[in-house]
């Protein structure tokens, strides 16, 4: 690899295009471009909210613990297939443009999503019932594989100058899904009684993400193709542009696992993992647990988009090290701080989602930074899908297996402490090569 393939792009990106950066930032194209991660967010939490209901209609073994590993084993399906939609739909984006892969991926995520609403339960038609199902799971994962990579290649080429405000705006929109996600599950839980849950209350939570999908592929159908791509002379697009991006750009593939996966697996731990540890290891109730995630996420998502601005004067990996350095050290901490409950956890988990938002705003823009535009989606796509694979899909099942082993009500901390080690070396390689590549010039930028 040569030294000019290891270095950071974020200089690169608006050269020969200043006339275009120049230009006011269209924050409506910015929002529309986040439509398809607030799916992707609501998806992910319905899913596991109403897995039991799920169990019941396709994958009833007469066994409750056998039906929610059949349950679970498909949404793990839509994890692996993650990796192929990317290469897919990051090839699309990358030779025919962002905007054609971003209407199709979204438009196909939401005919799976209302697809398995409408599904007829195994009672109905049997095994095909179940297939067909976790057929679906897996379209829907191939789409999502694309869908938040194109986003982010899509806000940072929209708008270079203000790249980390875009992606914390972007962000903050994404967030919004899992906000959404808590209070339909609260509606539905409050107006049904359980056995309506299961007949069809489980399926209306599915078809309300169908719907927003398809008024996102409604608004989107306007969007225009981005600038920076436009400027990429035909000539220039990469034949196989995932062939390439694992042949030349490697290091920056390693690199921004390393920088994504702290974001997912942090995530994760927020999204999935925490509820379950707060009522099962910390002794909460149901209600104080859910509502202290809500109440994270909702901090979470005001703290992105002002990290996120101030990203674009700080420097996107000086706030992402401070971020890092600071989960590494109370990682282990805050666990333990929460288990004992000697803080309020309220203002514990404030605290902690204002630390979270210094990784989670600028983790997007800072990954995007490091690869070239004819490669930008394509690169994105294969280590952000590679990341979720690891550490999103594995995080949940680490830190419980960890909690369960050591009998430490604080082992979860031991892991994202860990996990925050790899984020934090993955942006000093980046910096170390630009400054060797530059000739010791390099600056946090």
Known sequence: MKASDMVL?????????????????????????????????????????????????????????????????????????????????????????????????LVLMTVTTAGMALMPSYQSIGVTASIAFVSLRFLQGACIGGELPGGIAYVVESAPKRSGLACGVMFACVNSGSLLAAIVSIGLHAWLTDAEMLAYGWRAAFLVGGGLGAAGALMRSGLKETALFLSIRQHKRTKLPAVEVLQ??????????????????????????????????????????????????????????????????????????????MISAGGYPFYGTVANGAVSPYLLFGVAALIVSLIAGTFGSLAADLFPTNLRFSGLAIAY?????????????????????????????????????????????????????????????
Do not use: C
């Open 385 to 445: 899908n590679a990341a979720a694979a690891l550490l999103g899909g594995f995080t949940p099942l680490v830190t419980s297996l960890l909690t369960g082993l050591t009998r430490d009500h604080a082992a979860p901390g031991i892991f994202i402490a860990a996990v925050s080690v790899i984020g934090t070396v993955s942006v000093i390689a980046i910096l170390v090569a630009k400054r060797w590549n530059d000739g010791g010039n390099a600056t946090l930028v």
């Open 9 to 105: 792009h974020n200089q690169a990106l608006p050269h020969g295009t200043d006339d275009v950066s120049e230009k006011r930032v269209d924050w409506r194209t910015i929002l529309l471009a986040s439509v398809g991660g607030g799916l992707e967010f609501y998806d992910f939490i319905v899913y596991g909210i109403f897995a039991p209901y799920v169990a019941k209609a396709f994958f009833p073994t007469g066994n409750g613990a056998t039906s929610m590993i059949a349950t679970f084993a498909a949404f793990a399906v839509g994890y692996l297939a993650r990796p192929l939609g990317g290469v897919i739909l990051g090839h699309i984006g990358d030779k025919l443009g962002r905007r054609l892969a971003f209407q199709f991926s």
């Open 248 to 325: 030349r750009h490697w290091f920056q593939v390693i690199a921004t696992i390393g920088i994504v996966g702290l974001n997912q697996a942090l995530i994760a731990l927020l999204s999935v993992a925490m509820v379950p540890y707060l009522t099962q290891v910390a002794m909460y109730s149901a209600d104080v647990a859910s509502k202290l995630v809500m109440f994270s996420i909702a901090i979470l998502s005001i703290f992105i988009v002002i990290v996120g601005y101030l990203s674009d004067f700080l420097g996107k990996p000086t706030l992402y090290l401070i971020g890092a350095v």
